[in-house]
């Protein structure tokens, strides 16, 4: 029998957190009085789903509506509340002032216990022309409604900001036909991954005829006429129709004039589970600020999957104390597909570590999704960030065709495990011919990070722009010369030749092994190794390191 004594529990926002912690808190209390707060329309609809009904990948407008407020009602005995706004906080006397908006009206629900997942709202910056009515942002229902009938009219779409919504849209408007330039201010797409590991998909946009600028930011729009995009680079293009993804920010007015701590970008600071500086009040979902699960340092991730779990540990914690487990932390799991390449990280880039100056290692390996022999296998691309004192998996991304979700996922759930390099070689992954090789990619991943960490292989992430340093193109003439390496003074030996023909290279000078994926490299650098050679090989091989955008030279340091 639940001896949890009944309460008001009431919640603010409707849909990954809130609607995750209404139903949680009904299957532990029956007797609890439950309100939903949302002040759109809409609850518990799947906001991930926006830009693949805008493309028409989703059919049905219906299969986005995960729940209204009649089967909550009916299945969940919840007081739903849609379009109503909470517009005060008051802490101390324990109640919440809300406005239905349809009327204006407003009065002052009770509460024992808050939760507020607001989310957050996409940015919309001060610019010249920014309220031009072709120009969208995406967050709900309606406004996917909005962008799809806008879509049906146009041709021309410029999609600001190239991170993972961005590409969705950017994929999903040339599924209309539309001629779509995607726009991003850093230089490279995805700007979460390190850079070299957008290259396959940056390159797959390209191939789709996505006008990519990278490197140029926003700077404002011009109605006039037709809508006109002016870049901060004085380039000026056309379009019908603009979609802005350039981030978003957290929904916290309510919780700062309410006096909630607050971190330095504005998100709700929450305890390990999900108590705000308030006890009676807790948050969840895109508007919090979490923690970091390999740190522990303050971090911010707007991802529906932590949400949802946000949503049910705040219900765990106020309905049943004795059994509720403490939030752990969070990796930033996240992936994207264009069209027939995928991309995503978990853990920590090297970029952040850098930025953190924090010490890692880092290797790149490449492979095919399963077994080269059997037909089908897909390239597949994966780099790997450890720390080097403790062995301890930090991050990893991944690129290719097929596989890349598996690879993130068996990655995130060794960090969440506190695994080390050396449990990645040992891993016992299914296999089977159509599915993966006997060696997967993230045992490979283990062995060379392994061999790194024991003075076996030492790894460079691009070719010294130093003329005293030999570099070694291992491959056979034939690939050579189809696939040469645009860089002067490049010395080929094929592997198979290598040991025959050393006295062709200087012993008094460094040797930089290269291949196309980098295995053949590691294979030319221990033969050099053993021979008394000072060398390295570049991690990742050619494939990881070729710049579409730029052919004639590979990346330097």
């Known amino acids: 029998m639940n001896t949890v004594p009944p309460l008001r529990f009431v919640i603010v926002g409707g849909v990954a957190a809130g609607a995750s912690a209404a139903a949680r808190a009904r299957r532990l209390s029956e007797l609890a009085s439950i309100t939903l707060l949302e002040r759109g329309p809409d609850v518990s609809f799947a906001n991930c789903g926006l830009p693949y009904f805008i493309g028409g990948e989703i059919k049905q407008r219906e299969a986005l509506a995960v729940q209204t407020p009649q089967t909550l009602k009916a299945m969940l005995n919840l007081d739903v509340r849609t379009s109503t706004e909470a517009v005060a906080l008051d802490r101390a006397g324990k109640r919440i002032q809300v406005r239905t908006l349809a009327s204006g009206t407003t009065e002052w629900l009770p509460y024992d216990k808050l939760l507020l997942a607001p989310g957050a709202v996409p940015l919309r910056p001060a610019l010249l022309g920014i309220d031009d009515a072709r120009i969208f942002t995406l967050r709900s229902l309606q406004d996917m409604d909005r962008i799809k009938a806008a879509a049906a009219r146009a041709e021309r779409v410029t999609v600001i900001g190239a991170g993972f919504i961005g590409l969705e849209m950017a994929e999903q408007l040339v599924r209309l036909g539309k001629k779509v330039t995607l726009v991003e201010l850093l230089d490279q797409v995805l700007p979460p991954l390190d850079r070299l590991m957008t290259l396959f998909i940056e390159d797959e946009l390209r191939r789709h005829g996505i006008d990519l600028i990278l490197g140029d930011g926003i700077a404002a729009f011009d109605g006039a006429g037709g ?331």
């Open 227 to 557: 809508l006109t995009c002016r870049l901060q680079s004085g380039r000026t293009i056309a379009a019908d129709l603009v979609v802005l993804s350039i981030g978003v920010r957290p929904d916290t007015g309510l919780a700062r004039e309410a006096g909630l701590a607050l971190g330095p970008r504005g998100h709700i600071r929450v305890n390990k589970f999900m108590q705000t500086s308030d006890p009676d009040v807790y948050a969840a979902g895109d508007a919090i600020e979490s923690t970091d699960r390999v740190t522990g340092d303050p971090v911010s991730v707007p991802l529906g999957g932590p949400a949802n779990r946000q949503g049910r540990l705040a219900a765990d914690h106020i309905f049943a104390p004795q059994t509720a487990k403490s939030f752990p932390g969070l990796l930033g799991t996240a992936i994207v597909r264009a069209f027939g390449v995928s991309a995503g990280l978990t853990g920590w880039s090297e970029k952040r570590l850098r930025a953190a100056g924090r010490r890692f290692r880092t290797v790149t390996v490449n492979d095919n999704h399963h077994a080269g022999y059997f037909p089908g296998a897909k390239p597949l691309i994966l780099k790997l960030l450890w720390d080097p004192d403790t062995g301890r998996v930090l991050g990893a991304q991944a690129a290719g065709l097929d596989g890349v979700d598996k690879r993130l996922d068996v990655i995130a759930t060794a960090i969440a495990g506190g695994l080390i390099i050396d449990d990645l070689a040992d891993l016992e992954l299914a296999y089977a011919p159509p599915f993966g090789a006997a060696k997967d990619i993230v045992n490979l991943a283990g062995f060379a990070a392994c061999n790194t960490r024991d003075g076996l292989a030492t790894p460079v992430d691009a070719l010294p722009d130093d003329p005293a340093v030999q570099v070694l193109d291992v491959r056979p003439p034939a690939l050579v010369q189809a696939h040469p390496l645009p860089r002067k003074g490049v010395l080929n030996i094929p592997l198979s030749a290598l040991r025959a023909r050393l006295n062709e290279l200087d012993r008094t000078r460094p040797v930089v092994t290269v291949c196309a994926l980098g295995k053949i490299a590691y294979f030319a650098a221990r033969i050099l190794a053993q021979n008394g050679f000072r060398v390295s090989c570049l991690t990742g091989g050619i494939r990881a390191h070729w710049d579409p955008r730029s052919p004639a030279k590979l990346p330097t340091p």
